[in-house]
């Protein structure tokens, strides 16, 4: 079992209180502090607006802090859990992230989805496409960003992606390129393609019974598109609050729900 820990960025609410001026040094701190113990892996989330309601409170962009802890932490990897399609190209998304990765002496993993906070879609411009062609989009960019890492080019004339000889170099230190994490738990197609081009699928929000059930049909998956299920690492989140009582862990929840009340008003924390 290996255990990763995300970072507070303001997604969730989780920087309330703090100085924007002060928030990458908070943010910084607690990712050194994840380096030099026993978690395995640092995660950020994809998104530029607070959840469950947006707001004004700061959300830091995802790539911007991947290249940020890739130089100031030493041993941990690096993740995104996870990083959406269409919100950039996926030619320059490779190329980014072959930056990063080579910037972090290789410890950099690509979680990638195809996105699904329609707030932030159409408030930066990018519609909304259906979940079909979202899905698509997806499909079509890994398979440039695939190219791209273990060739140094890339290329496809795709329906929503075209690339003619990009050139992605530095190429990314790990071999194989950077390790694809294919985040969501559709059926039909999410994890087909993380049958087809995922070292690791993310799914199922910590509920054991669906944990089981998604793991079955995208065993069944790769049996359609040969490929080794037994290859695929799957992962899964936990949101946890900790303490050393049931009365300590109360306290602690209460505290929280007191310090997102007045920016959520009746929406329900972010889960």
Not at 223 to 250: P, W
Request: aromatic share 10%.
């Amino acid at each position: 079992m290996r255990f990763g820990i995300f970072v507070p960025q303001g997604w969730r609410f989780d920087l309330v209180g703090i100085e924007p001026a002060a928030q990458w040094q908070a943010m910084r701190d607690l990712a050194q502090a994840a380096d030099a113990g026993p978690w395995e892996s640092l995660w950020v989330y994809d998104h530029f607006h607070t959840t469950p309601v947006p707001s004004e409170e700061a959300t830091h962009e995802a790539w911007t802090l991947m290249s940020a802890f890739a130089a100031s932490t030493s041993r941990i990897r690096l993740g995104q859990m996870c990083t959406c399609m269409s919100y950039r190209n996926p030619a320059y998304l490779a190329k980014v992230a072959a930056t990063v990765d080579v910037v972090s002496g290789g410890r950099t993993e690509m979680g990638i989805g195809g996105g699904w906070y329609e707030h932030e879609w159409r408030a930066y411009g990018y519609g909304f496409p259906s979940a079909g062609d979202r899905l698509r989009r997806l499909d079509e960019g890994v398979q440039i960003m695939r190219q791209a890492w273990t060739t140094g080019t890339a290329t496809l004339d795709g329906k929503h992606y075209q690339a003619d000889g990009a050139i992605v170099r530095p190429l990314p230190l790990q071999d194989g390129g950077i390790p694809l994490w294919i985040a969501g738990g559709g059926e039909k197609v999410t994890l087909k393609i993380a049958a087809k081009y995922a070292a690791y699928t993310n799914f199922a929000g910590g509920n054991p019974e669906e944990f089981d059930a998604k793991s079955a049909i995208l065993r069944e998956h790769t049996k359609t598109v040969g490929t080794d299920f037994d290859a695929i690492v799957r992962s899964t989140n936990f949101n946890t609050v900790i303490g050393a009582t049931e009365a300590e862990v109360e306290d602690r929840v209460a505290a929280i729900e007191a310090r997102l009340a007045p920016h959520l008003g009746s929406a329900p924390p972010a889960s």
